[in-house]
């Protein structure tokens, strides 16, 4: 009736049926699985187009000067002062030589008072 070899060959047959069934049973969830993670990247990509369109709304000039009107007394905001930006050759220009940093390294250690006497823009002299 069947030979040896037959029966070899029905075997060999049946398990390459197998394999291709769980192969492609394997495939399909993979592309499930791929199709969820798109669908989560294109929901993160609209939530963050979304909040940065919520950002420039909030964030235009003209609302938040009206809020900072209405929330005057609250916030208590002043406008910058121009003296109180220094020009650059109002700032001085200190040499960092390792053994001044060592000596006010160690009056601070010792309990010393340094005091920086440095006159910037931003304080009203």
Do not use: C, N
């Not at 394999?19 to 669908?39: M, P």
């Not at 905001?77 to 001085?92: G, M, S, T």
């Amino acid at each position: 009736m069947f030979r040896t070899s037959d029966m070899v060959l029905i075997a060999v047959m049946v398990s390459a049926a197998a394999f291709t069934y769980k192969t492609k049973q394997e495939a399909e969830h993979e592309r499930v699985s791929v199709r969820k993670l798109e669908q989560q990247i294109r929901l993160e990509e609209d939530s963050i187009a979304l909040l940065k369109a919520d950002w420039s709304l909030l964030t235009q000039p003209a609302r938040l000067q009206k809020l900072t009107e209405i929330y005057q007394a609250d916030l208590k905001l002043q406008p910058v002062d121009p003296h109180q930006y220094a020009k650059l050759d109002e700032i001085p220009v200190r040499a960092l030589e390792i053994q001044d940093i060592i000596g006010q390294a160690h009056d601070l250690v010792a309990g010393g008072e340094a005091t920086d006497e440095t006159r910037t823009g931003a304080v009203r002299q």
